[in-house]
């Protein structure tokens, strides 16, 4: 998922379409994010010893990730996200918009695969499959 905590995100469809928000969680899993007043809805709640009156409580729910573009922090225009890995292992994510560049990850060197010049290896011939007159 190329969306992350504290992204500035706006809603492209939905009852709250055109509001901004920022992340305040992620659900990879639900494939979800709970964007802050973003899809509020009511609960209503019976009396317990945490809310000993019960009543009518505004909750934040999570949102699909597929309703919201992440904002390009220099234009401040709606942004896919992409990731460009650069020549000295660093991954940075960078919004397709303006192809500014945010916050840089380090990727390991055990993951990247070495670049080594070898012998190329002879293939072996397979033996040829016996023809139909053939016994």
């Known amino acids: 998922m ?3 905590r504290d992204d500035k995100v706006v809603v492209i469809l939905g009852k709250d379409k055109g509001k901004t928000g920022t992340i305040l969680a992620v659900l990879p899993a639900q494939n979800k994010v709970l964007v802050e007043n973003i899809n509020v809805v009511k609960r209503h709640t019976k009396p317990s010893q945490k809310l000993p009156r019960g009543g009518i409580l505004d909750v934040t729910k999570p949102i699909d990730v597929s309703k919201v573009m ?6 401040g225009k709606p942004a896919r996200v992409g990731y460009q890995i650069k020549p000295d292992g660093s991954k940075e994510r960078i919004f397709k918009v303006s192809s500014n560049y945010d916050r840089t990850a ?3 060197e055990a993951a ?3 670049k080594t010049e070898a012998e190329p290896k002879p293939k072996a011939k397979s033996p040829a499959a016996p023809k139909a007159g053939d016994k």
């Open 70 to 75: 992440v904002l390009d922090p220099a234009s």
């Open 2 to 4: 190329k969306l992350k």
């Open 112 to 114: 990247k695969p070495k």
């Open 106 to 108: 380090k990727k390991s």
